[in-house]
């Protein structure tokens, strides 16, 4: 990196978003750089600062996701002043508010581009900003659940499954964070700002592209199908001699004659029922025992390194302190560091996977206390005096 | 949408990418209007041209995924030259080869740049451009696996399993739309341009945040735990009547003395083992069968509908027929387009879910055919003459 500015350098973000997908989004534009602005309620905070872990009573959830944000409070109820003060100075807005409650508030898009027009105002929800179910309440296993991911999630004679990470606040998060640079772009080229409208049940449903055209072109329903894959075979998790799992991707039939070579069954290679990769889907649950037979007499270690030293797709299952601890992903990509907490010094969190060449990227400075930067915000850059930051404190306004 | 024209018009994207990672981030630029250049083998093509479903013959993932995108052929060994020239009128380049080939072929990021400075260079591959396993054969099942999110799905007695959808491929493609359009903005601004690095295991990592922090910071391991959550109880999935699921996710006190009051349990609102949040995950597994016992008895839409007016957050599990027939999801959020293809007619695909008040989004035009707008491009984008793309074609370059 040969800055020490991010990407994003200059670009004013006002955060009113909450707990994990708008704080998620503001994350990753933060960490490109951009002047990130928490609000928070004054007294209170986002929600998420009770939330475990912690380490010495300070919730380890908050401080990753809000490293490199500036935090002030503000009562929206009472400050609606001050707020539109803060809107003619962003570029971006972010909030993830049930829809609707920018409206009661005042604050809907409507009237905040008559007093920013190249205000970017981005917003998540469960559903969107539309349509009749735009005021259900929506969580991540709702976004799951409706988007059909969960339908296509686990084992033939199992039940739907749910993905075991957050996926639609987090693709929710990512793809706002796309959705307000695209507009940026153009609201910095034509003077237009926009709204930008991100449901976590639409996001999955992108996710789900592939899938979803088997059904709207192919017009067959995907179900669960455990590892297997739809498009090739075999491409699954396999057992090993040390009872644990490998997963295996055979994406051609390049692969499948290496595979067969180290099995030392030659005789599958050009084996009509076998030869080619549509065949080997058709026939996957006779391949499957044929490479189980093999895999089940290998060490997991030195069976991933001789399919790697072949060339053949292939992977150990990582658990969390796996994937902390690997020096690829831990040691050369960086993917978890340290962020100095004034209060309890060290705390290790996950780092940006948006990897940069020239501009500086991940961790600046730590996650706001509450109200950390009411005089910066107010006093340096909205220009408030002493005497009305006081005023607005007494008033419970900040 | 009070535009024609999307927010990225006029932004030019040279995409050298295949298959699915790639392609899901230039299609997600084209959706937003940018002029998205693909790229292909002269005579051979996308290999996606040959994946299933097919309609008439012809792909509906190529179609699908690369509508919105003009088309041209170069053979990039031979046509050196001609590359460059491109390269230089290009703001946004993708490409998806394994790490190594670029520079192989002589079109590294640092030769690049010499050709054009102010170029976003923006490329995903399984392990990324750098460290140890930099040059490993990357799928999304090995992004899966390595990333520790297949640890964490499933149920406690099972297998890791995968995701049924490509997140990986999927998330990482949303993050480099994030990251290129990032870059573009400080290009933009400085006159530099960078190299945007993303890699499919880095990508889930980042969807793991949560979860990584367990380990992190409270140093337990995550486990798999079915479609329970870690921070709130109950929220999973129910047994209904009918032998279908639903989902119920109580993510506060005031949902579960609602839940109680429906359920005729009132004796368990202030009941000190459920009370409170962090009692209930404790004793989430003495709640769930009192919670089964009720939606055991209960129609699943019914149920469903009954939770909704309570304001508690529950949904259907829907398969892929459902998703693609609701009145929301298909209907209100338009989540499902119909593209006009010249060969064979409408086809319906997923719709981008970033959704943008003012600027133009979604289908513009069908995916190419093979080598569709050479004339186009080469000739009145880049000015060669008839003569000089004929010879062209004659050499095999394009």
């Known amino acids: 990196m040969s800055?020490?500015?991010g990407a994003l350098d200059g670009v004013v973000v006002l955060d009113l978003s909450r707990v994990l997908a708008g704080p998620y989004c503001s994350m990753i534009l933060a960490d490109m750089g951009a002047e990130v602005i928490k609000v928070e309620?004054?007294?209170?905070?986002?929600?998420?600062?009770?939330?475990p872990p912690f380490k010495e009573g300070k919730s380890g959830y908050f401080m990753n996701m809000n490293r490199n944000k500036k935090g002030i409070t503000l009562n929206l109820k009472k400050g609606k002043d001050v707020f539109f003060e803060l809107v003619k100075k962003a570029d971006i807005l972010i909030e993830n508010y049930r829809p609707g409650?920018?409206?009661?508030?005042?604050?809907?898009?409507d009237v905040l581009k008559e007093i920013n027009p190249k205000l970017v105002y981005g917003c998540i929800s469960g559903f969107g900003h539309y349509g009749p179910y735009s005021k259900r309440p929506g969580y991540d296993i709702v976004g799951q659940a409706m988007s059909g991911i969960m339908s296509v999630t686990g084992w033939p004679d199992g039940e739907a499954t749910r993905a075991g990470a957050p996926v639609s606040d987090t693709v929710a998060g990512i793809s706002l964070a796309a959705g307000v640079l695209g507009a940026l772009h153009h609201a910095q080229k034509t003077g237009e700002?926009?709204?930008v409208d991100i449901a976590l049940v639409d996001s999955l449903v992108s996710v789900m592209q592939i899938i979803n055209q088997i059904y709207l072109i192919g017009g067959r329903?995907?179900?669960?199908?455990?590892?297997?894959?739809?498009?090739?075979a075999p491409y699954d998790t396999f057992p090993t001699a040390d009872g644990k799992y490998v997963v295996i991707g055979i994406a051609n039939d390049k692969f499948w004659k290496q595979l067969c070579e180290m099995m030392d069954r030659e005789d599958l290679i050009d084996h009509p029922d076998y030869a080619k990769n549509g065949d080997r889907v058709k026939n996957r649950d006779i391949i499957k025992p044929i490479v189980v037979e093999w895999t089940k007499t290998q060490q997991s270690d030195e069976l991933v390194n001789r399919l790697l030293e072949a060339g053949i797709p292939t992977a150990p299952i990582y658990d969390v302190k796996q994937v902390t601890e690997d020096p690829h992903i831990a040691g050369a990509r960086e993917m978890f560091i340290d962020i100095e907490d004034p209060e309890v010094g060290p705390i290790k969190v996950t780092n940006t996977h948006i990897k940069m060449s020239e501009t500086k990227q991940g961790f600046r400075f730590p996650a706001p206390m509450l109200g950390q930067h009411n005089q910066e915000i107010y006093g340096d850059f909205l220009g408030y005096t002493q005497e009305e930051i006081r005023k607005m404190q007494e008033d419970g306004i900040i």
Chains 1, 2 share one sequence.
Not at 41 to 51: A, M, N, S, V, Y
Not at 221 to 232: D, H, I, V
């Open 3 to 5: 800055q020490t500015k």
């Open 41 to 51: 309620i004054p007294g209170r905070g986002d929600d998420t600062r009770g939330f």
């Open 101 to 109: 409650t920018m409206e009661k508030l005042g604050f809907g898009y």
């Open 193 to 195: 700002g926009q709204k």
């Open 221 to 232: 329903l995907p179900g669960r199908m455990g590892n297997q894959y739809e498009s090739t």
